[in-house]
């Protein structure tokens, strides 16, 4: 298994030297890449009863393709992965732009993580519609596709039109690889036949033995090779022993897993060097894995 990162998003802090200092770090320590989450507004509960999301707007977030861009100069080998873009409350034209312009400045490292989201205010004020979202994000995936190994598209499809015009410069990867969050059905049956890989945010157990093989299923029904399709296990130090760590690791990797992520967050950790002392710790107790 290739192991990551999950990009300490809601505790690393706004000090750039700290965000450079982690990379590097994690860099350094020999993981292959390194995942940042994805949010473009927190919503305020007070003015919401009721509304409990999992952020809000007292959580800070790095957009991920400036944090990239940044991370991009200062590391040399590390894979940028987004775990994950909320695909479709973007324009799928600009993302394929902003992502060949990571994947261009990193030499070819970026791995794009989508999936539907959750948050309809993200939605609401960034002027996309919550309803249609995973039916939209599958035509936005082929436009992509098409933007990344194209000098010229010319697209008609039921929410994009593309008249004879291409990105420039065209990525380093093409295509750039498309891996999908989500574990609903409809996800599943759609990483079958579009996607490069899978984050399933699950435990290694039962269940998510059996989603894998629905999923490997599914990609066979596509006329695709199941062996094709990537999984990335994570496991989430938390207040755990190293040995819950590894036995995790273990699990993920009897399941089938190609790549596995730490992560440090909601582990009363202060500070990007804290979340140093975590991963290095991690990689060292799972290092006979």
């Known amino acids: 298994m290739r192991l990551g990162v999950v990009f300490p998003q809601t505790e690393i802090g706004a000090d750039p030297i700290g965000v450079r200092d982690y990379a590097q770090?994690?860099?350094?320590?020999?993981?292959?890449?390194?995942m940042a989450f994805d949010h473009v507004l927190g919503a305020n509960v007070a003015s919401r009863p009721g509304w409990r999301p999992p952020y809000t707007h007292k959580d800070l977030f790095h957009e991920p393709f400036v944090l990239y861009g940044y991370l991009a100069a200062i590391t040399q080998k590390v894979e940028l992965v987004t775990g994950v873009i909320i695909l479709p409350q973007r324009q799928a034209a600009l993302v394929a732009k902003q992502a060949a312009a990571v994947d261009v400045l990193s030499g070819g490292r970026l791995r794009l993580g989508i999936a539907i989201g959750w948050n309809y205010v993200e939605y609401e004020a960034l002027g996309e519609s919550f309803k249609n979202r995973g039916?939209?994000?599958?035509?936005?995936?082929?436009?992509?596709?098409?933007?990344?190994?194209?000098?010229?598209?010319?697209?008609?499809?039921?929410?994009h039109t593309i008249t004879d015009a291409g990105l420039n410069p065209l990525p380093i990867q093409r295509p750039i690889p498309v891996w999908f969050g989500g574990s609903a059905e409809p996800v599943l049956r759609r990483i079958g036949r579009l996607g490069d890989g899978w984050f399933p945010l699950l435990q290694p157990d039962d269940k998510a033995r059996e989603l894998i093989e629905r999923l490997r299923s599914y990609a066979r029904e596509a006329g695709r090779d199941p062996n094709s399709i990537g999984i990335e296990g994570r496991v989430n130090t938390g207040n755990r022993s190293s040995e819950e760590w590894v036995k995790d690791a273990v699990a993920w990797k009897s399941l089938g897993a190609t790549h596995l992520s730490v992560n440090t967050m909601n582990a009363e950790l202060k500070g990007p060097s804290a979340h140093i002392g975590a991963i290095q710790r991690f990689k060292e107790a799972i290092a006979s894995v």
Do not use: C, I, N, P
């Open 135 to 159: 039916r939209r994000s599958e035509e936005q995936v082929e436009v992509m596709r098409l933007l990344w190994t194209r000098e010229l598209v010319t697209f008609k499809g039921k929410w």
């Open 25 to 34: 770090a994690a860099e350094a320590l020999g993981y292959d890449h390194l």
